[in-house]
């Protein structure tokens, strides 16, 4: 936008040039504008901006009946939002909060929950509702035009903005002092650093974490409430989640494992990975409880068909031919725990899994 | 061929097979009474209970509770629990063959359960129903712990069921009694993992069953449990409900404006 013409403008400068938008003419003097009213004044503003009022119009007429209902509407909207809001800080504060469930039924503190939203949501709607009623109902109409230029603007003043700028940034001096260049650049460099420095804490290099979980040769495989587990404590078709005998072992996201009694028919297809056909022990066989596709648990074992579900993405496996992978998203089999019993009839671990567990990362093999 | 010719032929045929019928009707006169005055060692119950079994059963689990290929498994040393939970909720006997059977509404009342309880039970014993009166008699917390342990991966957290592979399902347990559950677990119904006493200690399974019960008997907070599947219902919900419902008053305003 052009400066209105005045004593600021620097003498010899920004004479009209061709091209150059309709100056506005000279303005009204200070005795003119001490008598104009306000609607002048806007009237004047809106010239010097080149806007245009082309139709206004009035929706309701002052002091009509017309505007007394469409005041009153507004006035109830504002004042039902803040009714609703103080009705939700009444609920909050008074009404019976704690969940008491008869047996089949409802009270008063099952509405609880619902009146608090229902509160809220009237209070923020009429809010809304008073605002676009006042809008359309009591604001006047108006349709205004402004002029704009077209294309880019003229060359006069993008040569004296771009020197503008220059002579700002030479007043600096940024280009001649070197020393707070640099200085200026070392500071600044190293509070970025700072802000992205404590970052580094929150990576870990992993080590073997990954590759390893809590099994050892030896340890028995416990229930969760810490109970070795004999054979004949499983029928055929039977599942047991087993977990590690160490600290936190229930706890253990990585060494739980599904024990697995086939049943007999099951025995005689059972096909265990190459290299590991001495993993099971007779009819038990146990396989890693996470999933190798996204680390879910899979723990929905169909006894009949020996199929173990993951929940998360319907991978299937089977039991009978190493936990491979038939269905679904997961495309390697479930790593298999070697166990075997020891001398007083208890299932052990005879080594930790051989391969990591769950699922890929970069640097696994397998 | 001459018409004499046919008229031969055709009455050698029917000749053949009168003979095949009849020796077969002379075969099994000779097997079938055998089999029957041998079942003296039965009591009355369980000789009601062979009844039932030879009208219902024995097409598909055979003469010997042995089974039959392609039909239905074995029943010796199945034991009571399991009859109970298969004949009960009306899974058995099988309206048709299909992914799993389905609970509908019994067949044989109580007395004719117990009957057939009583006949498997003399082939080979199995898991017996408990002796226990009260099976909610276990402590909730401990409950909830093996149920999510052991059950939510197939029957949902909150007990609603859920599907798993080939058209079968874990079905919902809102429906069951305690008795169902109990046997249920002791048994290893169809596809479901078997969980014997030495697993799920009778305390554990009364604990389990005070949890479902309980669950089952909570109200739904708001009134509605869409399922009770968790966030993914409710989740659509939201989204058909609400949103389309955010939609049609935005247009609703923009044809006001």
């Known amino acids: 936008m052009t400066s209105t013409s005045g004593p600021s403008q620097p003498p010899g400068g920004a004479q009209p040039m061709p091209g150059n938008p309709p100056q506005p003419g000279p303005g009204p003097s200070d005795a003119e504008l001490a008598r104009m009213s306000r609607e002048d004044l806007v009237t004047l503003g809106g010239k010097m901006d080149g806007v245009e009022v082309i139709y206004s119009e009035q929706p309701v007429r002052p002091g009509s009946p017309a505007e007394r209902r469409a005041e009153r509407q507004v006035a109830a909207a504002f004042a039902g939002a803040g009714l609703s809001a103080l009705a939700f800080m009444v609920i909050f504060v008074a009404w019976p909060w704690q969940v008491e469930t008869p047996a089949g039924g409802y009270d008063l503190s099952a509405l609880y929950t619902p009146l608090l939203g229902l509160m809220m949501g009237l209070a923020l709607t009429l809010v809304g509702v008073g605002v676009v009623l006042w809008a359309k109902k009591l604001m006047p109409y108006e349709v205004t035009v402004q002029d704009r230029h077209e294309g880019a603007s003229p060359e006069i003043e993008r040569q004296t903005t771009a020197a503008t700028l220059v002579a700002v940034g030479n007043a600096t001096g940024i280009a001649r002092r070197t020393l707070v260049k640099r200085s200026l650049g070392f500071g600044g460099l190293m509070l970025g650093l700072m802000a992205v420095f404590p970052l580094g804490g929150l990576i870990k290099k992993p080590g073997t974490a990954l590759f390893e979980t809590p099994w050892e040769p030896g340890m028995r495989l416990l229930t969760l409430g810490g109970l070795p587990i004999r054979p004949a404590d499983m029928r055929p078709g039977a599942l047991q989640t087993v977990f590690p005998p160490v600290e936190g072992g229930a706890r253990s996201s990585d060494g739980v494992a599904m024990l697995i009694r086939l049943l007999p028919n099951q025995v005689d297809e059972f096909r265990p990975r190459p290299g590991q056909e001495d993993f099971h022990w007779n009819d038990f066989v146990a396989y890693s409880k996470i999933c190798t596709h996204a680390g879910c648990p899979v723990s929905l074992y169909e006894q009949e068909t020996a199929r173990i579900l993951c929940p998360c993405h319907q991978s299937q496996f089977v039991a009978t031919d190493g936990a491979r992978s038939i269905f679904g998203p997961a495309t390697r089999s479930l790593p298999q725990l070697a166990v075997e019993v020891d001398a007083d009839g208890y299932f052990v671990a005879k080594s930790d899994f051989i391969e990591p567990i769950g699922p890929a990362f970069w640097e696994r093999s397998t | ?257």
């Open chain 2, 1 to 257: 061929m001459t018409r004499l010719a046919r008229l031969r032929k055709r009455t050698s045929s029917g000749l053949a097979l009168a003979v095949a019928l009849v020796a077969v009707g002379i075969g099994y006169s000779f097997a079938a009474p055998s089999s029957s005055a041998q079942d003296t060692g039965l009591s009355v119950e369980a000789m009601a209970g062979q009844e039932i079994y030879e009208n219902s059963c024995i097409t598909c689990h055979g003469a010997n509770l042995q089974g039959v290929e392609e039909q239905g498994p074995s029943l010796i040393g199945v034991g009571e629990a399991s009859v109970y939970f298969q004949v009960a909720t009306g899974r058995m006997p099988l309206a048709q063959h299909e992914a799993q059977a389905q609970r509908k509404t019994p067949v044989y009342d109580d007395a004719e359960v117990n009957q057939l309880m009583a006949y498997i039970q003399t082939y080979g014993g199995g898991p017996e129903l408990p002796a226990e009166e009260d099976l909610r008699d276990g402590e909730l917390a401990e409950g909830g712990e093996l149920f999510r342990l052991n059950c939510a991966s197939c029957h949902n957290f909150a007990g609603s069921g859920g599907a798993l592979s080939s058209g079968k399902n874990a079905p919902s347990l809102n429906q069951s009694s305690d008795l169902d559950i109990y046997t249920a677990m002791l048994s290893g119904p169809q596809n479901m993992p078997v969980f014997g006493d030495n697993q799920l200690t009778p305390e554990n399974k009364r604990a389990i069953i005070n949890y479902v019960q309980t669950l089952n008997e909570t109200a739904d907070p708001g009134g509605l449990s869409i399922g009770r599947a968790g966030p993914v219902p409710e989740g659509l919900i939201i989204w058909v409900v609400g949103i389309a419902g955010c939609v049609i008053a935005c247009f609703w305003v923009g044809t006001r404006s």
